[in-house]
């Protein structure tokens, strides 16, 4: 079998994304770190390197990364996500898939992180799939994983990963990419309009960690299947 | 230690209604069935007593029932929500909790199961906050278990139920009721302005169903101490 593609995460040097590049470089799947900054990314993926021996992962510029694969990974906070789907537009092409993880907490302009704002195309999912190129389709899902838990290697997860899009194929295709990740199991719920609930999981499951004292949440759903 | 006082559910002879009865029928829990109709209670009533041999269950007017405890549940559909508080405003007193199981699904207006309508006020349970008697706390909760589940006696319970509301007292209140039945696990998702989130679960989870071909999902926290 020849080796895997990396995985390419754009915003790769922030929380989420360095996070979901440990785990799965700790699978042992190649990465692509995306950065606006080459410097940063190459630090980003020494440091990867430093903490899997072995791991196979570059630090590249946003739109090297975006460019490389065809599922591609967006891992920015609200705030960042026009910006860099701009920045992405002559990098990403016809055929591609962009997993948008972006949640639209309040706090992205100062207001609480258990509250959340409201997007004009109903979910930041959707206005990403209004900014990418033609022929290029949105999933969204990642939202609910803990950044912090993801960075911190012993942390053993046991979550859903909720997926939207309007193609069971596309889905389906970042699904297996989820699955590399023990402990994470990606649940198909629906069309890409239903990211507009998936996103609020996030402000809910915050409100929740408030609550019990605790530092992260998750989503599991019961009664599937298998 | 005396009876204790039966659980009043207005609009107890609907799915949700009479589902959430038969369950703390079979927890042994007294239950007072409300409906517009005295006659349509008191039929419900009696199918219980049959379903459940022992059971202390009443059937009731609405008014009658909302009047009895200070715990009331209100399990109408969200086309009847504003007609059935119209009909409580007399009869529901300062102190008393209303416990809101409203999901205001887009198939309250022939939309989709799968789609939400926007409420003027955030949700479904700050509406029925507006609608309540001053000092009549409202709390919301019991959206996303499922009616044919809850009324199959030999279906196994294993989910969770969220509960939003203003004042800590008030949820532990409503749920210590939910605990009495087995398998119903409650959680703490914060202010009453959470429903806004919460209450969506429910079309994503009917979505999920579709997806998965299954009749009923229900939603688990995961990371919770105990």
Chains 1, 2 share one sequence.
Do not use: Y
Request: aromatic fraction near 2%.
């Amino acid at each position: 079998m020849s080796e895997p593609e990396p995985i390419p995460i754009v915003g790769g040097t922030g929380a989420l994304g360095a996070g979901l590049a440990l785990r799965w470089a700790m699978a042992g799947h190649p990465i692509a770190i995306g950065s606006r900054s080459a410097e940063r990314a190459e630090e980003a993926a020494a440091k990867l390197r430093e903490a899997v021996p072995g791991a196979a992962v570059e630090g590249l510029l946003n739109q090297e990364a975006a460019h490389r694969e065809e599922v591609v990974f967006l891992t920015v906070p609200f705030r960042a996500q026009s910006e860099n789907l701009n920045n992405l537009r002559e990098a990403l092409r016809p055929g591609q898939i962009l997993v948008d993880c972006t949640v639209p907490l309040a706090a992205a302009v100062s207001g609480k992180a258990t509250r959340s704002l409201g997007v004009w195309q109903g979910s930041a999912a959707q206005q990403a799939q209004e900014m990418v190129p033609e022929g290029v389709a949105v999933v969204a899902a990642l939202h609910t994983v803990g950044a912090p838990t993801l960075a911190d290697a012993g942390a053993e997860l046991d979550e859903d990963v909720l997926v939207c899009g309007d193609r069971k194929a596309d889905k389906a295709r970042v699904a297996r990419l989820i699955e590399l990740i023990p402990g994470l199991r990606p649940v198909n719920a629906g069309p890409l309009e239903m990211a507009r609930i998936v996103e609020q999981l996030t402000p809910m499951l915050i409100s929740v960690n408030k609550r019990h004292k605790i530092k992260h949440s998750g989503i599991r759903i019961t009664g599937l299947p298998g």
